[in-house]
């Protein structure tokens, strides 16, 4: 093509584009709209996709997960292993380097600086040569290869610090030992499950290694020539020579190696480092985000076509005088690209402008950097190339195929391709009924969740880190907390209330015969814990004094007092009457069952309720927690402060409050929904957009008939009515295709909660309501003002 | 230079059909100045557009100088369009969004013919129609006459043999109207092209050598 001709083709373009003004903006802006969604929701997705695929070694990376289950009863897959594990894989053939890992959390302290860190980790000294994490000073091979060591981020050297030269400083940890800092590491990307701000070194715990408390993550890198089954087959027989020959039938327990990058979204394993992301999810969004450029594209369509009457003339005027339909076909192209590079301009802006509200609302920390620049880039120019490409080659054709002679006679005052555009509009609209749906089922059930009684009130209950204080200590504590104003009860527990995580197991229950064994979710419990968590009796009496005293004795002295819930009666073929007084023995712990509690939820309710045993001991507390009066809180918490800080002066004071760590259990959720329910949103809007300008345009044609209309008598509501009801159709033509579909993925999605809102009529209802009234306002805005306008005028441009 | 023998245009209008022209014999020499005559309705325009090949027929044979046009292909006939015939409409047909002088080199572009002959050929063209001081401006800044001096600027900067004209003075007052037909008869006489033009005007048809009066798609005799 010869370059005066494209001259000639962005000249005519761009004068279009200016006179147009509307058009221009909608188009733009619908498009800008649709490539910025698909940026911010491509980084996400990259983000997730990309999860610990960065290491050098990522192929070769393994972690060890547990499995082990009784006979008869499900298998429980477990992150963490016992710390003998590793050191006695570290001498396979097929094993290249090992490192256990063990999240702790730790105080830090420098000089004043005294805070706690969620993200402290414990691990061996193979660590920085197994993962890629960069390491700005201190060599990998040696950062962790002592005692007392610590490696930490860019960001907490310069938060503790002020400055990243810190190799050879030290830090007080758990206000005890001074750790050498032996290295600074780049901060930790997104996109791995070991999100650590410190690394100290796995032999500064000095503990030893044992085979009975599975609390350690351990990972491998292959050796070269080594495979998994290879890997597996000798683990096997390292587990027969630790039981000592083969498992007794049906009893599973095994070590299986899991890659490294399938652990964000694959992984059975529970207990992780972090939360898994959900792979549906992520499928989820991969539809959004093409949906929402596609109809982006879709209305550019459109509205190119639409406003094929506009340009006719054009056209005709052009193939007179001689121009080919190819020629035309590339002025068109021009034009489009045109639109779509100041889009792509826009888009990018406005990506990079919302990307901190998007990190915010999808709680990522998602960057534009060196993990994923040059990938970003090739996307952009995909992403121009595609839009340009759809966008564009249809209209383009489109216009360039009108026969001259009927422009120039004028027959070609109706809008053509009529068919295709109404079909990429109900398109349009059934993705944005489908997506209406999804957000309010979604919505629903987290309402579900959220106000679904548990069986255990949750609520303004006050939550304080139990770890550092001595469990001796624990009843003194109490009693100065209760006797602050607005602490009504106080109790402690294991773990959080909401999310019980105690794997135990039954050896011995009274009436089963002998060798019975039952796998059983556990928790040790502080006194009054039942009282605090509202948790109802069917039967039996609340713990007193003198219970907890049989568990202060010596250990091979203590008796213990179960507490089972409903499901677990049932499981065991008693009745909660019959329960009562009959003995267990649970890990070595034996003892009466002295009450039997209803059900409530201690786990997601993706899953169903299980047996679970409520016992008091008081060896170690996780979770302090504090049922306060719930008014005026603000003095209740700062009372509850000074206590701490007289008990354990030191240890930062941080709190938080149950119901947020019930919330945390639905993150994905949260998450998802949040990002559907915003993305659904401009689906709508760019929708709209495309809508609106397609009612232009339709009550541009149709301002002759509408003065003649309107000259014979007709009313302004039923031009309106006339000019809306072709809108309508196609309308509740999506919403036919939309709902069947919806209401097939929203199904599935809510069948994977064992507890579940009912899909009812009414959401699809709701749906279609909101489809209808947005379509009528977008599109009796035109009709209202084609409908008002003065007859005499349209008719006399004729 | 134009021979049309047994035309027929209908077209399909529900079950039967519209006919439009019926069995057209007509022939027209090289240099004549003809007139299409005949009231709405009768055929003419569809007429020009068939001599324009801007419209086939449905039946009879087109030789445009002694070749079959119905038998060429799309790319010859675009060579035809383009090299021998220059249209004149009614409503001017400029682009709106061209300036007068782009409007002009349109033709030109789509010839492929260079940069620098294409200025000096819009700039005679510009200067023989006295427009050279308005150049720069958009239809829409300029009357209706003033228009359709461009209109034809336009349709003899391709140095066309014929020109099609379909009711050139139909939305022009009478002295722009004058101008206009003396300009038709200029360049008929001088350039020696061949102008056909369809109108409604008595006055107009004076300016050919010969009339065709059209009605109800037969030539009346």
């Known amino acids: 093509m010869e370059s005066h001709m494209w001259q000639n083709y962005l000249k005519t373009a761009a004068r279009n584009l200016v006179k147009r003004k509307l058009y221009t903006a909608i188009n733009i802006s619908g498009l800008a709209v649709g490539i910025a969604s698909f940026i911010l929701l491509a980084l996400y997705l990259q983000n997730e996709w990309t999860y610990d695929k960065f290491h050098e070694h990522a192929a070769q990376l393994y972690r060890i997960r547990m499995d082990y289950g009784e006979k008869d009863q499900p298998v429980a897959h477990v992150a963490m292993n016992p710390s003998a594990l590793g050191p006695a894989m570290k001498d396979f053939p097929e094993v290249k380097a090992m490192t256990r890992v063990y999240p702790q959390g730790a105080t830090v302290k420098n000089g004043d600086k005294v805070m706690n860190e969620k993200r402290f980790i414990y691990a061996d000294a193979a660590f920085f040569q197994m993962f890629s994490f960069p390491l700005l000073s201190g060599n990998a091979a040696t950062v962790l290869s002592g005692p007392d060591m610590v490696v930490l981020t860019a960001g907490m050297a310069k938060k503790y610090f002020g400055t990243t030269d810190v190799v050879g400083k030290t830090i007080k940890i758990n206000n005890d030992k001074d750790f050498l800092i032996t290295g600074v590491a780049a901060d930790v990307p997104s996109n791995t499950h070991l999100k650590f701000q410190f690394v100290a070194s796995y032999a500064s715990m000095g503990k030893k290694d044992n085979w009975n408390a599975p609390n350690y993550y351990t990972y491998v890198q292959l050796a070269d020539n080594a495979t998994i089954p290879g890997l597996h087959n000798r683990i096997k027989s390292l587990i027969r020579d630790q039981i000592g020959g083969a498992a007794p039938a049906g009893v599973t327990f095994d070590f299986v190696p899991e890659p490294v990058t399938g652990i964000h979204l694959s992984s059975i394993a529970s207990h992780s480092t972090e939360a898994g992301g959900d792979i549906h999810y992520n499928y989820i969004l991969t539809i959004v985000a093409i949906l929402l450029l596609l109809i982006a594209c879709i209305n550019f369509m459109n509205l190119a076509t639409a406003r094929s009457s506009d340009r006719s003339r054009e056209i005709g005027v052009r193939k007179a005088l001689g121009a080919q339909r190819g020629q035309l076909f590339w002025q068109f192209i021009a034009e489009s690209t045109l639109i779509t590079f100041a889009a792509m301009v826009t888009g990018i802006a406005l990506a990079l402008i919302l990307l901190p509200a998007f990190n915010n609302l999808a709680n990522t920390n998602l960057e534009v950097g060196r993990y994923n620049g040059y990938r970003l880039g090739i996307l952009l120019i995909g992403i121009f190339l595609c839009t340009t490409f759809f966008a564009a080659t249809y209209p383009a054709l489109f216009l360039s195929g009108f026969r001259p002679v009927q422009v120039l006679k004028g027959a070609l005052n109706k809008t053509t391709g009529g068919g295709i555009r109404k079909t990429l509009v109900v398109f349009q609209f059934a993705a944005s009924v489908f997506f209406i749906i999804c957000t309010l089922v979604v919505g629903r059930q987290l309402f579900y969740i959220q106000h679904k009684k548990l069986g255990l009130d949750r609520s303004q209950v006050l939550v304080l880190d139990g770890e550092k204080l001595n469990p001796k200590k624990l009843e003194d504590f109490k009693s100065k907390l209760l006797q602050q104003s607005g602490v009504q009860l106080v109790s402690a527990s294991y773990d959080s209330p909401v999310a019980v995580g105690g794997g135990y197991g039954l050896s011995y229950v009274e009436g089963k015969p002998a060798g019975y064994n039952m796998n059983i979710t556990a928790i040790p419990v502080e006194k009054d814990y039942i009282k605090t968590m509202g948790i109802t009796l069917a039967s039996g009496e609340d713990l007193t004094g003198a219970d907890i005293q049989d568990v202060l004795k010596e250990d091979d002295k203590r008796v213990y007092h179960f507490y089972l819930n409903e499901t677990a009666v049932k499981h065991l073929g008693w009745t909660a009457e019959t329960a009562i007084g009959k003995r267990l023995s649970m890990n070595g712990r034996t003892g009466p069952v002295k009450g039997v509690m209803k059900d409530f939820h201690f786990a997601s309710m993706k899953s169903k309720i299980e047996p679970i045993i409520v016992f008091p001991e008081y060896d170690w507390f996780g979770e302090i927690l504090i049922k306060t009066s719930g008014n005026n809180e603000q003095p209740v918490i700062a009372g509850v402060e000074k206590i701490w800080k007289d008990y354990l002066p030191g240890v930062p004071f941080e709190y938080h409050f149950l119901n947020e760590e019930f919330d945390g259990l639905y993150k994905a959720e949260y998450r998802t929904s949040a990002i559907l329910s915003t993305f659904s949103t401009v689906i709508i809007l760019v929708s709209c957009l495309g809508l609106l300008g397609l009612a232009t345009f339709t009550a541009q044609q149709r301002t002759k008939e509408i003065g003649i209309r309107k000259i014979m008598g007709a009313s302004v509501s039923s031009v309106v009515a006339l000019l809306s009801k072709d809108f309508m159709k196609l309308v509740i033509l999506s919403l036919c295709i939309a709902s069947p579909l919806a209401w097939y993925a929203m199904h599935y999605w809510l069948e994977g909660f064992a507890y579940h809102a009912v899909l009812s009529i009414w959401i699809f209802l709701a749906a279609g309501a909101i489809a209808i009234f947005i379509a009528l306002l977008t599109v009796s805005l035109q009709s209202v003002k084609a409908a008002l306008m003065n007859p005499i005028k349209s008719l006399r441009s004729e | ?221």
Do not use: C, W
Not at chain 2, 6 to 33: A, Q
Not at chain 2, 59 to 66: R, V
Not at chain 2, 214 to 220: A, E, M, V
């Open chain 2, 1 to 221: 230079m134009i021979q049309l023998q047994k035309i027929s245009k209908h077209y399909p209008v529900g079950f039967g059909k519209n006919d439009i022209l019926k069995d057209i014999d007509l022939t027209i020499n090289e240099g004549e100045f003809v007139s299409i005559m005949g009231p709405s309705g009768s055929g003419k325009s569809t007429l020009l557009h068939i001599m324009g090949l801007l419209e086939e027929p449905s039946e009879g044979q087109y030789l445009f100088e002694g070749e079959r046009v119905d038998k060429m292909n799309e790319k010859k006939r675009t060579q035809l369009h383009r090299g021998s015939i220059g249209f004149v409409f009614q409503a001017y047909h400029l682009i709106d969004e061209l300036t007068v002088y782009e409007n002009i080199e349109t033709p030109l572009l789509y010839k492929n013919i260079p940069s620098s002959e294409r200025k000096s050929r819009v700039a005679d063209v510009l200067d023989r129609f006295n427009m050279v001081a308005k150049k720069d401006l958009f239809p829409s800044q300029l009357s209706g006459g003033q228009q359709q001096l461009v209109g034809i600027a336009r349709a003899i900067i391709g140095e066309p043999r014929v020109i099609l004209a379909d009711e050139p003075t139909g939305n022009l007052h009478s002295d722009q109207a004058k101008i206009i037909m003396q300009l038709f008869k200029h360049l008929n006489e001088q350039d020696k092209i061949t102008i056909i033009q369809v109108t409604h005007s008595d006055v107009n048809a004076t300016y050919g050598n010969r009339v065709i009066q059209i009605r109800d798609g037969h030539i009346q005799p």
